[in-house]
């Protein structure tokens, strides 16, 4: 998940064209360019028969799960094509970066986070999905939105719970108890335990500005960001939330630190709420038992008013190479793992919230904490679309916060600091 974009320059300089007003473009299995400037991408080539060895890349611990939905397709469509499916265990969070390295020698269909789409488009690396109106509506709007560039959708998603919420210990907070984040640390601080956050990771920090009526974004290049997080006009000015954060820093009831140490101060009962997503709802769970407790996140004080934090959201998608040899049965592959009936398997094998409409309304993946409460946070998050130069320049203020100001630095001072890190340009 975490977050610091590993953009080739080849990538950035081919997305830069693409943004610029280039038309859409796939590239086929010997390299030439055919033109999918238009929404829907008709299946009209009959699949081939004879020998299909197609690659999939998953993280390791869906491996279980997916070889299920290999079994069922190869059940399906026995008898039209020999199949040769091998999956390979490859982290999500590393697949722009494998893929773009050796596109030729990647995976005929890879897993994906939405927030590496764009680069992978920019390299010609994704075929666009085949049947595009029976993606868009079978799939949530915002999967949709997130799997699409200019209208065309070009991977298939398949969870929509990539995003964070708030984890809490029922032992100690009521439902009352955790609508703020100053409740919260009096209750962690009065039973000499901790408030978990990874303050100074770009993917969390985002979650105090959200809401404020700042400016933030990528720009048109696709590659820079624009920010006005250090304004000095408003009702809120950037000076007031870094006093904000200083404050949530160094009270007695708060710590800093990473994910994995948030589960280890769950286990360790040092930490009885944090905030981080579905990914350890099964070890937390597993931890707290008929204590364990999710929802949306907390508002927190900033220039004596509550403002509701807000959060980056995220779907995972499957993506088919433009370069795979088999590259028709690769979509119907993809399709075949991101129907309805397989995102049912994923949640209830995996516990992923299915980005499938259909099974995302359903009673059973409503009962879910985690799964509720990312569902109910979304509506304060956006899509995590952003240039690289931001995680840096996250990670340094926040250090700076999370330590308490040691140096006592100006707090505009540390403002105009972290905007100018977040819109340097990426290419030094």
């Known amino acids: 998940m975490k977050r610091k974009l590993l953009i080739m320059v080849v990538s950035v300089l081919l997305l830069i064209a693409i943004l610029a007003g280039c038309r859409n473009i796939s590239t086929d299995t010997k390299g030439d360019t055919k033109d999918t400037s238009t929404t ?26 997916l070889q299920k939905m290999v079994d069922s397709f190869k059940q399906n469509y026995a008898g ?89 210990n029922k032992e100690y907070f009521s439902s009352s108890d955790v609508k703020t984040f100053d409740r919260i640390l009096e209750i962690a601080a009065e039973n000499e335990k901790k408030f978990s956050m990874e303050l100074n990771s770009g993917w969390y920090l985002y979650s105090f500005f959200g809401n404020t009526g700042f400016d933030f974004g990528i720009n048109e290049d696709g590659v820079t960001n624009h920010c006005n997080w250090n304004t000095t006009e408003g009702n809120v000015k950037g000076v007031d939330v870094a006093q904000s954060l200083i404050n ?31 990914w350890n709802a099964i070890t937390i769970q597993k931890a707290w038992g008929n204590n364990y407790g999710a929802c949306k996140l907390p508002t927190y004080t900033c220039k004596g008013q509550q403002i509701q934090m807000s959060s980056f959201k995220g779907y995972k998608m499957f993506g088919v ?11 119907k592959f993809a399709e075949w793992i991101t129907n309805e009936e397989n995102q049912i398997l994923r949640f209830e094998d995996r516990s992923q919230g299915p980005a499938n409409a259909i099974a995302a309304a359903s ?26 130069s931001y995680w840096d320049a996250c990670t340094s203020f926040a250090d700076t916060i999370a330590a308490g100001n040691p140096d006592n630095v100006p707090l505009q001072d540390l403002m105009d600091r972290l905007v100018k890190g977040i819109t340097a340009s990426v290419i030094q």
Request: glycine share 8%.
């Open 40 to 65: 829907e991408v008709e299946d009209e080539k009959t699949l081939e028969t004879g020998k299909v060895s197609l690659r999939v890349w998953v993280e390791e611990a869906n491996i279980e799960n």
């Open 80 to 168: 039209q094509a020999d199949f040769d499916i091998i999956i390979e265990p490859s982290g999500d969070a590393d697949t722009r970066k494998n893929v773009l390295s050796d596109v030729h020698n990647a995976a005929d269909v890879f897993s994906m986070p939405d927030d590496q789409l764009y680069s992978l488009i920019a390299g010609g690396a994704l075929s666009p999905v085949v049947n595009q109106t029976e993606v868009k509506s079978a799939c949530l709007s915002d999967a949709v939105d997130a799997a699409s560039y200019q209208g065309t959708v070009y991977a298939y998603p398949y969870a929509a719970d990539n995003g964070y919420f708030l984890y809490y």
């Open 248 to 278: 949530i820093a160094i009270n007695p009831g708060f710590i800093a630190q990473s994910d994995a140490l948030f589960v280890e101060g769950v286990k360790n009962g040092t930490c009885i709420a944090g905030i981080s997503g579905v």
């Open 321 to 331: 190479n433009a370069y795979s040899e088999h590259q028709e049965w690769a979509h």
């Open 363 to 388: 009673d059973e993946v409503g009962k879910v904490p985690a799964i509720a409460a990312v569902i109910e946070q979304s509506q304060y998050g956006i899509l995590q679309r952003v240039g690289n």
